[in-house]
């Protein structure tokens, strides 16, 4: 009987009730991996090498099956544009873009804060002076800017640049000083829609100096984005025509608007030395010689121009608490600019400026009395993405390799990074 029953080949694992019922002395046998399979939650890896996946793996029982389920070639395309999509955000929404949109957020938030007590000067106290205006902010970059220059040694000094650069930064506080005064002054002569769309000739003139002067080599995705940010332009001026916003135009809008083109292309200037400066010398360096001969040429300016409208200004604290914050929004600007531009360009930062008059119009609801659109949610909107795919891509450089480095004679604060740089290519050399 006992001989009749089904014996167990020899070699054979018992499964859990099996070894249960064979008593308290029987071992079970060892679990040794290739006697058990592997959990099978996702791809199996033998030797390095992904194993592919079978008919019954979890990837393929994951997707949907059956007569309602999509046909493979759906499914495929369907992964692809997932994928597309995730390396799209990856690229656009990296730590260096959201901190360089920051940046220049932050500078079109003192763009706006000039705006404003400008508005409010002329609107509600009748007093127009922006070379007074510009002239309280260039004093106030001599007296901290310009006086450290002063205190620097060796070629950082101040009387060392202007014994051999004089020239050079009289030219560049001349267009600095004459480009604020003329965008401000055609705003008496043309419309707000002329001022805010000539105002963006600058951009290709800054980028067609950058290529010529500083060897900036753009890419297409570079002139698609400004394309994007000036329909974003226009879906601005398109918002105040339907608010009936530019219905203040001046008696000669020729004239304010050849003002606001040589203004803009003065502003490209200053900002494509302003870029050339701060990466190539030293931000202290530009800020000081602006402060100094902004100083100097706004001076003799305000007492040819607007003696007259000083004159007449019935001063009060209010007057003066705005004269002082807009001094002090000018001067912030003025000094980080030259950080933004430092680890971005300048063509970069006038793109993301171009909110500036849009946070002015938000404030205007409140301030002003503007009636709100839904275009300028649309045109911040479009502004911004120009913007994103500006910064997404890096520009090229027709410089050579060796020029990338340019020497550095003293060690200073802004210098530090350069000096760095250069010390330690010369030890990769030594090392080779």
Same mark, same amino acid.
């Given at each position: 009987?006992?001989?009749?029953?089904?014996q167990e080949p020899a070699g054979e694992a018992r499964g859990p009730s099996e070894r249960g019922s064979a008593g308290a002395g029987t071992e079970p046998s060892p679990r040794w991996p290739h006697r058990h399979r592997l959990p099978s939650s996702g791809p199996q890896y033998f030797g390095g090498f992904r194993a592919p996946q079978t008919a019954g793996s979890p990837m393929e029982a994951a997707l949907p099956t059956g007569p309602g389920a999509p046909p493979p070639q759906a499914q495929g395309a369907a992964s692809r544009v997932v994928g597309l999509l995730r390396r799209i955000k990856g690229k656009l929404f990296t730590w260096n873009i959201l901190k360089t949109i920051a940046l220049g957020q932050m500078l079109s938030l003192c763009i706006c804060g000039t705006a404003i007590t400008s508005q409010y000067l002329a609107e509600k106290y009748k007093v127009n002076t922006p070379m007074l205006q510009s002239f309280i902010n260039y004093c106030l970059l001599f007296?901290?800017?310009? #006086?450290?220059? #002063?205190?620097?040694?060796?070629?950082?000094? +101040?009387?060392? %640049? +202007?014994? =051999?650069?004089?020239?050079?930064?009289i030219l560049l506080g001349l267009a600095d000083v004459e480009a604020n005064y003329? %965008?401000?002054r055609a705003y008496q002569y043309t419309t707000l829609t002329s001022v805010q769309l000539l105002d963006c000739f600058g951009i290709p003139v800054l980028m067609a100096l950058s290529w010529f002067i500083l060897y900036a080599r753009y890419r297409v995705i570079h002139f698609i984005a400004v394309a994007v940010c000036l329909l974003g332009v226009g879906t601005m001026v398109g918002a105040d025509i339907l608010a009936g916003r530019e219905d203040n135009s001046g008696n000669d809008i020729l004239i304010g608007d050849i003002l606001v083109l040589l203004g803009a292309s003065l502003y490209a200037i200053s900002n494509v030395c302003e870029e050339y400066i701060v990466k190539k010398l030293s931000r202290q360096e530009f800020l000081g010689m602006v402060g100094l001969f902004g100083t100097i040429i706004s001076g003799i300016q305000l007492l040819l121009v607007e003696y007259k409208d000083i004159a007449s200004i019935r001063w009060d604290w209010k007057i003066v608490l705005l004269f002082v914050a807009f001094a002090l929004c000018m001067f912030c600007l003025y000094s980080f600019m030259p950080l933004v531009i430092k680890v971005t360009s300048a063509t970069s930062v006038n793109l993301g400026i171009l909110t500036a008059d849009l946070y002015s119009l938000f404030f205007g609801l409140f301030l002003f009395g503007?009636?709100?659109?839904? +275009?300028?949610i649309l045109s911040f909107?479009?502004? !911004?993405?120009?913007?994103? +795919?500006?910064?997404?891509?890096? !520009? =090229?450089?027709?410089?050579p390799a060796e020029s990338n480095v340019p020497p550095v004679t003293s060690i200073g604060i802004d210098n530090l990074g350069l000096k760095l740089e250069e010390n330690l290519q010369e030890t990769h050399s030594a090392v080779l």
């Open positions: 009987m006992v001989n009749d029953l089904p007296l901290i800017y310009t #006086a450290m220059l #002063a205190f620097q040694s060796g070629s950082d000094n +101040l009387f060392y %640049i +202007l014994k =051999r650069k004089w020239w050079k930064y003329l %965008i401000v503007y009636k709100f659109s839904g +275009l300028y909107t479009i502004i !911004m993405v120009g913007f994103i +795919l500006y910064c997404s891509t890096p !520009m =090229r450089t027709a410089e």
